[in-house]
Antibody
Framework: QVQLQESGPGLVKPSETLSLTCTVSGGSISSYYWSWIRQPPGKGLEWIGYIYYSGSTNYNPSLKSRVTISVDTSKNQFSLKLSSVTAADTAVYYC???????????????????WGQGTLVTVSS | QSVLTQPPSVSEAPRQRVTISCSGRSSNIGNNAVSWYQQLPGKAPKLLIYDDDVLPSGVSDRFSGSKSGTSASLAISGLQSEDEADYYCAAWDDSLNGPVFGGGTKLTVL
């Protein structure tokens, strides 16, 4: 059974860079898309971006200037960097596996079938 | 404000059936597939439905999904207390060039 585990600092200072890593176990990182999704306390889900195992990426336009997602297939890991953070970036950050983005029947079929447990990152001085 | 619109809350008695709606536009639900997620308190979301109406292996057949035009629905039959959770819809948005989520619906089993 595939498992995902986020790791990284739980506290980041304003204006600094948030860095998280997701380790995938029980399966290969190859042949899937891998996504980061966040959830501010008491609020809904927000897509941050995704990366294909080959390295191609797609980011939320509202975060694009500050986000970098990378993948290390040798370690079965992918990572998130979010720069110039503010209190508005305080959230539970989830890493997730995305089996599909585009269906060859001619429409987008993005969905997440496996989620990490989530890690709370607080932005505060 | 979320791109996909869900009612903030719904409630129903045990053993009854409830539906949760998700309203969007042609750029998202109207053109692309919808997925649904259940989030129990303090837990990560769990996939319930993908490709509008497909149940992943291991998900109870008390859950079902449907779509018509620019709206989608999640139905839960035979309500149980353990169904109390937040439910989110999601779909790709052609304008955003990425997925968008609904604001979530809190289900209370009376």
């Amino acid at each position: 059974q595939v498992q995902l585990q986020e790791s990284g600092p739980g506290l980041v200072k304003p204006s600094e860079t948030l860095s998280l890593t997701c380790t995938v176990s029980g399966g290969s990182i190859s042949s899937y898309y891998w996504s980061w999704i966040r959830q501010p306390p008491g609020k809904g889900l927000e897509w941050i971006g995704y990366i294909y195992y080959s390295g191609s990426t797609n980011y939320n336009p509202s975060l694009k200037s500050r986000v970098t997602i990378s993948v290390d297939t040798s370690k079965n890991q992918f990572s998130l960097k979010l720069s110039s953070v503010t209190a508005a970036d305080t959230a539970v950050y989830y890493c997730a596996r995305v089996p599909s983005v585009y269906d060859n029947r001619g429409y987008y079929d993005y969905y997440v079938d496996h989620w990490g447990q989530g890690t709370l990152v607080t932005v505060s001085s | 404000q979320s791109v996909l619109t869900q009612p903030p809350s719904v409630s129903e008695a045990p053993r009854q059936r409830v539906t949760i709606s998700c309203s969007g536009r042609s750029s998202n639900i109207g053109n692309n597939a919808v997925s649904w997620y259940q989030q129990l308190p303090g837990k990560a979301p769990k996939l319930l439905i993908y490709d509008d109406d497909v149940l992943p292996s291991g998900v109870s057949d008390r859950f079902s999904g449907s779509k018509s035009g620019t709206s989608a629905s999640l139905a839960i039959s035979g309500l149980q207390s353990e169904d109390e959770a937040d439910y989110y819809c999601a779909a790709w948005d052609d304008s955003l060039n990425g997925p968008v989520f609904g604001g979530g619906t809190k289900l209370t089993v009376l």
